[in-house]
């Protein structure tokens, strides 16, 4: 079996060039309302933010901090009744990590980074702990390393059915591998499970649905999956909706209830959200289209992004 120390050096392609914009909506209805957000992009070695703007109508006072574990960049305000308005819009150059998939081993437990720790264990929309007889009967006798991932993810995408409107805010791992049908987010959490019940770091991550099919309805807030193979966390889509190759990360946690775009405390009539992203020509003038490939991507610079 491959290990983190056994992989082959990662290639380092040039960087894509991505413009997205969200637009979110509200109307709050409460005498006061707090709001605590999460939609601009995270600044990493591999994820550069080139530009970007942020507007809050009606404006008011923004408290920006950011997460020094996930990286990942909030802004909480207070508003009183009446509409509420707040728009993001930013370049991004993405710079993978990339590398052959039967180069990446699991890391041994023993070797794993502190941060990385927390990713083995069950949390709330993620019952490691009740899947693990199961996931060792289907998963636990194959070959370790990215590979294995990857039949996890095929293995979710086969069993499970993209449903709009098919689950809730209280939807877990357990209840979708049960009723079978999900969204992306439901997705994530299985495979996630899965994959701690047979002792792969796992992380639930959100971005925007680069490149998904037309017919799931307009661009939108998407989960995703970041698993710890060979020494970094790389890409996985097991709801097979979009492109891993155009996520621009946002948030990164154990679960959705760490990475929500936007939490809110009071009460609120709000739109769906209003989502743009394209691929731009860079620095360099050339435009280069995310797209789907053999080869493992990663965001993360390795243990010290972690």
């Not at 435009?287 to 990663?298: F, K, N, T, V």
């Amino acid at each position: 079996m491959a290990n983190s120390l056994d992989a082959a050096p990662a290639a380092r392609a040039a960087p894509i060039r991505l413009r997205y914009k969200a637009d979110l909506l509200y109307e709050v209805r409460s005498d006061v309302c707090d709001f605590i957000f999460n939609v601009q992009a995270t600044r990493t070695e591999q994820q550069r933010v080139v530009s970007e703007t942020l507007g809050i109508a009606p404006e008011q006072p923004v408290h920006a901090y950011t997460d020094p574990a996930t990286h990942a960049r909030y802004f909480r305000l207070r508003t009183r009744p009446g509409a509420l308005q707040v728009s993001c819009e930013a370049v991004v150059d993405l710079t993978h990590r990339r590398a052959a998939a039967s180069s990446l081993g699991e890391v041994p437990i023993s070797e794993l980074p502190a941060s990385v720790l927390p990713y083995l264990y069950p949390s709330r929309y993620c019952e490691s702990d009740r899947l693990h007889r199961f996931a060792f009967a289907e998963f636990g006798a194959l070959r370790q390393g990215y590979e294995r991932v990857l039949v996890i993810r095929d293995w979710v995408r086969r069993h499970v059915a993209f449903l709009s409107n098919s689950s809730d805010g209280n939807t877990s791992a357990c209840d979708t591998l049960v009723t079978k049908q999900g969204v992306c987010r439901d997705f994530a959490h299985l495979m996630i499970a899965l994959c701690r019940a047979v002792n792969i770091p796992s992380r639930f991550a959100t971005g925007i649905d680069y490149g998904a099919d037309p017919a799931l309805g307009p661009p939108d807030f998407h989960a995703y999956v970041e698993v710890y193979v060979g020494g970094a966390w790389y890409l996985f889509d097991p709801s097979g909706t979009a492109i891993p190759m155009g996520f621009i990360r946002l948030a990164t946690g154990r679960d959705a209830a760490d990475a929500a775009f936007a939490s809110i405390f009071g009460s609120v009539e709000w739109k769906t959200p209003v989502i743009e992203i394209e691929a731009i020509a860079g620095a360099d003038g050339v435009r280069r289209i995310p797209e789907h490939c053999e080869d493992a991507l990663s965001t993360d610079a390795g243990p010290a992004d972690a």
